[in-house]
T-cell receptor
């Protein structure tokens, strides 16, 4: 158990819908990272937040957004969902420039 | 940008030793990580190298050569539970962002 929690574990929704994925980092970690893992793309970095502010952006679509709240938990919002958005979404956390520890992931299925 | 290559699949026998290679090309380098991932589960941290040389941690060791853009993960005394994907990831010189390779799926056979 890494200490990073994610909810929900599974999410099934329809095309065009919007969902919110939630992540709580390890105690004391200020950085949160979001990754997408699909079968054909591997693990892709989406976005990083540090102490409430966006720190780095990867291959994140404009339909996706994220934020980190004062209590350091983070949410990833996915809108106008498409079939191709079906994937595992992982959150990871770290101290300032340290090893990233991953949560158990949310499996999103778009039908 | 970064380009990270590792073999897609490998097979080894229980009790044996296996070496998983990773080569990378990057504009800035600030460390290389190895993670283990069982199917459908979270990646778990195995090792970290930022300087050249070998880091040993029990049955697992990781090696880095920055001049060659090369790393390997060595797994000794293979066990069936070592069947998993092994992900090589490079951290950029700015920030803490990781770029992952496609992963190597290791199958351990009796």
């Amino acid at each position: 158990d890494s200490g990073v929690t994610q909810t929900p574990k599974h999410l099934i929704t329809a095309t065009g819908q919007r969902v919110t994925l939630r992540c709580s980092p390890r105690s004391g970690d200020l950085s949160v990272y979001w990754y997408q893992q699909s079968l054909d793309q591997g693990l892709q970095f989406l976005i990083q937040y540090y102490n409430g502010e966006e720190r780095a952006k990867g291959n994140i679509l404009e339909r996706f957004s994220a934020q980190q709240f004062p209590d350091l938990h983070s949410e990833l919002n996915l809108s106008s969902l498409e079939l191709g958005d079906s994937a595992l979404y992982f959150c990871a956390s770290s101290t300032t420039s340290d090893t990233q520890y991953f949560g158990p992931g949310t499996r999103l299925t778009v039908l | 940008g970064q380009n990270i290559d590792q073999p897609t699949e490998m097979t080894a026998t229980e009790g044996a030793i296996v070496q998983i290679n990773c080569t990378y090309q990057t504009s800035g380098f600030n460390g290389l990580f190895w993670y283990q991932q069982h199917a459908g589960e979270a990646p778990t941290f195995l090792s970290y190298n930022v300087l050249d040389g070998l880091e040993e941690k029990g049955r697992f060791s990781s090696f880095l050569s920055r001049s060659k853009g090369y790393s390997y993960l060595l797994l000794k005394e293979l066990q069936m539970k070592d069947s998993a994907s092994y992900l090589c990831a490079v951290r950029e010189s700015s920030g803490n962002m990781l770029t992952f390779g496609g992963g190597t799926r290791l199958m351990v056979k009796p």
